[in-house]
């Protein structure tokens, strides 16, 4: 990705999107979430949510790996024009995350991340944190999730800038 | 019929929701289907990076937690599913081999407004290390059905001086 120092408040990137089938949602929810309603459709029909509908951590799974994607599409681009790529380290974790909607078999969600914060990290100067709000929408616009996340990110002058 | 309800939980309650086995095996196949990162995928490259050697993607731990939960406590109640949660912390890497537990503590209990027949209860869940200490913490406020006598009192409309 681009180094710490390259990155800026308010960039969004679309990251791609990813259409839930029945089959996916039952899977994952069978190794991670086995919940009735995420299950077996007729249960879910009688359950809160209606229909059969994706794990919210199948939701945010997907965003992962959507962004790494994105990040290894950017490293290549980068390494074309022969510039240097910056690591992705590792995340401190997430805040404020909501599932508006539930994500039935069949939606397709997009994806999208803005830059919100970034700061340089006094801690670890070869290293700086950047905060991002993530949003998932589905095939009718509608917001299906959102979550402010943040990450480790390297910096290009590892601290060494004269004060 | 579950055998806990929204009336059942307190604040301050700890619940310990057992433990599991973190191995190498399930820690690459999930950091190659959702995760894929160095430090999640190969010994050798993960050396290089900031964390020095191979370890579970944060994202694996809570999916590792939620079927901890859902085994154990949740399993046991009358689970609605969370709107959401508040905060995820990464405390520490989780290692390849690594036995890790999970812990409820119950913060706050609250009825919901529109719906009467179900209730919030605002939840700190921890995984612990072989260490000793968190390696995550999730604050998360899931919805569980009332108790289905409770639940029909409190449809009823309030009514003064009874």
Known sequence: ?163 | MPRLHWEDFAPGQVTACGSRLVTRAEIVAFAAEYDPQPMHLDEQAARATLLGGLVASGWHSCCLLMRMLSDSLLGEASFMGAPGIEEVKWLAPVRPGERIEARATVLETRPSRSRPDMGFVKFRFELVGASGQPVMSLITSPMFARRPTDAAQAAQPARGGS
């Open chain 1, 1 to 163: 990705m681009k180094f710490f120092e390259d990155i800026r408040v308010g960039e969004i990137s679309e990251l791609g999107r990813h259409t839930f089938t029945a089959e996916d949602i039952k899977a994952f929810a069978a190794r991670f979430d086995p919940q009735p309603f995420h299950l077996d459709e007729a249960q879910a029909a009688r359950s809160h949510f209606g229909a059969l509908c994706a794990s919210g951590w199948h939701t945010a799974c997907v965003w992962i790996r959507l962004l790494i994607r994105y990040r290894r599409r950017e490293d290549e681009e980068l390494r074309g024009r022969g510039e240097p790529v910056a690591q992705m380290g590792p995340s401190p974790g997430f805040r404020d995350l909501e599932w508006l909607r539930p994500v039935y078999a069949g939606d397709t969600v997009s994806y999208a991340t803005e830059v919100v914060e970034t700061r340089p990290l006094n801690s670890r100067p070869a290293w700086g944190i950047i905060f991002v709000r993530n949003t998932g929408v589905n095939q009718r616009g509608e917001p299906v999730i959102s979550f402010v996340s943040s990450m480790f990110v390297e910096r290009r002058d590892k601290g060494q800038e004269p004060a």
